[in-house]
């Protein structure tokens, strides 16, 4: 499994846009800057040819330890969900079917 950060995404507009190291660094920062209001504002984010990312609200519960059965509350919270767009899920498939 490879793990991309930040600093794998600055590197990566460092080489491809030719911008310098801390711009490129200044750059990604900014997306996800905006990603993270838009979360903070309420609204769900859809990265087009790439993926939407909704905030679902989950109702209040009763959960169930499976080992004891005891049951315990969870309550409401909001949740992240990432729905892949379909051009993401057929290059993936097809980068799959290469490699096979």
Same mark, same amino acid.
């Given at each position: ?7 794998? +995404? ?6 491809? +846009? !030719?911008?310098? @190291? ?5 750059? /990604?920062?900014?997306? %996800?800057?905006?990603?993270?209001? *838009? %979360?903070? &504002? ?11 990312? @909704?905030?679902?609200?989950?109702? *209040?519960?009763? !959960?169930?330890?499976?080992?004891? !059965? ?11 969900? %990432? ?8 290059? /993936? *498939? &097809? &980068? +799959?079917?290469?490699?096979?």
């Amino acid at each position: 499994m490879k793990n991309i950060t930040r600093a794998d +995404l600055s590197e990566a507009v460092y080489r491809d +846009l !030719g911008l310098s @190291y801390t711009e490129s660094e200044k750059l /990604v920062d900014l997306v %996800f800057e905006e990603i993270i209001k *838009a %979360f903070e &504002a309420n609204e769900d984010v859809k990265i087009s040819s790439f993926a939407s990312f @909704y905030l679902k609200k989950k109702k *209040a519960r009763v !959960g169930r330890n499976p080992k004891t !059965g005891k049951e315990y509350p969870i309550t409401s919270r909001t949740i992240l969900s %990432f729905c892949p767009s379909q051009i993401l899920k057929n290059e /993936v *498939a &097809a &980068a +799959l079917k290469n490699k096979d």
